[in-house]
């Protein structure tokens, strides 16, 4: 293929240096790329009062493909506050621009794996029967929807008279909520809609096809959420019988998945799950892979595609000299990208090096080390960023 341009968003604090390595282990590999910057960010944030500019948004409108590494998200007192002098009251409104991004180019489709690496330290290990130690084999893949949901976006506080006068035409808003004055009251609106349910839904399925998994695990809370839940259940169900005769659909509630992600989390291979419970059973299964060190994902449209390591920007580790951080989920969220594209001769050599890496246990990161992470780490063994990227590199 011939070389193609990339998206290179590092956005703010680790994001900065996991994404570097990421870069240097594709160029070792052998993937001909162009990496453009595209600026994103806290930093735009502050002194523009736009964390997603419009000239990285056309960037990405070019050439449709980005790497992304980490934003700082802080809560609403804080983005008024840090605003540049000179922008505040001009009504600049702070929103996430990763969610931003996904909403504006209906990156909808989500995947996160969760696979185990032989010789992880931090692999999920339980007490079997007779206290045999016991290390099941994880190998997830979890559809998030990535646009609806509670991460819509479509809330208020001290609602305006429409909103307000909307929610009190529904009983249960008036027995239980009419007494609390307007000004005190919060609203944030869980959306899901047939079109991007149905087509989160269909890339589960789709991937379970492929990979010759039998059943497509729906992780909800329709016995409580019984409109939004009870649409991506319903619709599942009908997907299946009509166009998946070979797959089965699995109902799980969210709150006692989370249970049985230690009871019996190598039985789940596809789960397909709204925004939010996405969001949390992914971190869930994450922990029982590493940690949030080898957690990547792809954020996938129908025209443009972003992949990102799930860990957010770790400020206080920013500052660090050396860098402490795990780069392997940026890393392996390079990998998503490379078979996104096709790439799949350098997306499996990029794979296989960083499990022999890890296999080896001779190079391993604060965290695989159950390190504090603290400079101090190094004096005990614990290798830099840059060294666990050059040692995947060797693995090339």
């Known amino acids: 293929m011939g070389k193609r341009t990339i998206?290179?968003?590092?956005?703010?604090?680790?994001?900065?240096?996991?994404?570097?390595?990421?870069?240097?282990?594709?160029?070792a590999a052998g993937f001909d790329a162009e990496y453009v910057h595209g600026d994103i960010g806290w930093e735009f944030w502050c002194n523009e009062g736009d964390p997603f500019p419009l000239r990285t948004?056309?960037?990405?409108?070019?050439?449709?493909?980005?790497?992304?590494?980490?934003?700082?998200?802080?809560?609403?007192?804080?983005?008024?506050?840090?605003?540049?002098?000179?922008?505040?009251g001009k009504g600049f409104t702070y929103y996430s621009p990763i969610v931003s991004m996904r909403q504006k180019y209906d990156l909808d489709i989500c995947m996160r794996p969760c696979r185990t690496f032989k010789g992880n330290p931090?692999?999920?290990?339980?007490?079997?029967?007779?206290?045999?130690?016991?290390?099941?084999i994880i190998d997830t893949m979890?559809?998030?929807?990535?646009?609806?949901?509670?991460?819509?976006?479509?809330?208020?506080?001290?609602?305006?008279?429409?909103?307000?006068?909307?929610?009190?035409?529904?009983?249960?808003?008036r027995d239980n909520f009419e007494w609390c004055p307007r000004p005190e009251l919060a609203v944030s609106t869980r959306i899901f809609t047939k079109k991007y349910t149905g087509r989160i839904l269909r890339a589960a399925f789709?991937?379970?096809?492929?990979?010759?998994?039998?059943?497509?695990?729906?992780?909800?809370?329709?016995?409580?959420?019984?409109?939004?839940?009870?649409?991506?259940?319903k619709l599942a169900q009908e997907m299946a019988k009509n166009e998946y005769p070979g797959i089965s659909v699995q109902d799980t509630n969210i709150d006692a998945q989370m249970m049985w992600l230690t009871k019996n989390p190598e039985t789940?291979?596809?789960?397909?799950?709204?925004?939010?419970?996405?969001?949390?059973v992914s971190d869930g299964f994450a922990g029982l892979i590493g940690g949030l060190g080898f957690a990547c994902s792809a954020n996938i449209g129908p025209e443009i595609a972003v992949f990102e390591p799930t860990h957010g920007s770790a400020p206080k580790y920013a500052a660090y000299n050396p860098s402490i951080v795990n780069p392997c989920a940026m890393i392996l969220s390079a990998v998503m990208m490379l078979e996104h594209l096709g790439e799949m001769e350098i997306a499996g050599k990029i794979s296989n090096a960083v499990a022999k890496v890890v296999e080896e246990g001779k190079v391993m990161t604060y965290d695989m080390m159950k390190l504090p992470?603290?400079?101090d780490a190094f004096s005990k063994g614990a290798a830099t960023t840059r060294q666990m990227g050059d040692a995947i590199i060797t693995h090339l």
């Open 206 to 233: 789709e991937y379970a096809k492929s990979r010759g998994f039998t059943t497509v695990t729906v992780c909800e809370k329709p016995n409580v959420i019984r409109e939004t839940s009870g649409m991506m259940l």
């Open 122 to 136: 931090l692999n999920f290990i339980r007490r079997g029967f007779g206290g045999v130690i016991e290390e099941p």
């Open 7 to 27: 998206v290179a968003m590092p956005g703010d604090g680790i994001g900065k240096v996991v994404l570097e390595e990421a870069i240097r282990v594709l160029d």
């Open 373 to 375: 992470g603290t400079p």
């Open 57 to 88: 948004q056309k960037l990405l409108e070019q050439h449709k493909i980005g790497l992304f590494g980490a934003i700082t998200s802080k809560p609403k007192d804080k983005t008024e506050a840090e605003l540049a002098s000179e922008l505040k």
């Open 268 to 280: 789940y291979h596809v789960m397909v799950a709204g925004n939010m419970f996405g969001d949390i």
């Open 142 to 173: 979890i559809f998030r929807q990535n646009t609806e949901c509670l991460y819509g976006g479509v809330e208020w506080t001290n609602p305006p008279d429409q909103v307000y006068d909307a929610l009190m035409t529904h009983k249960k808003f």
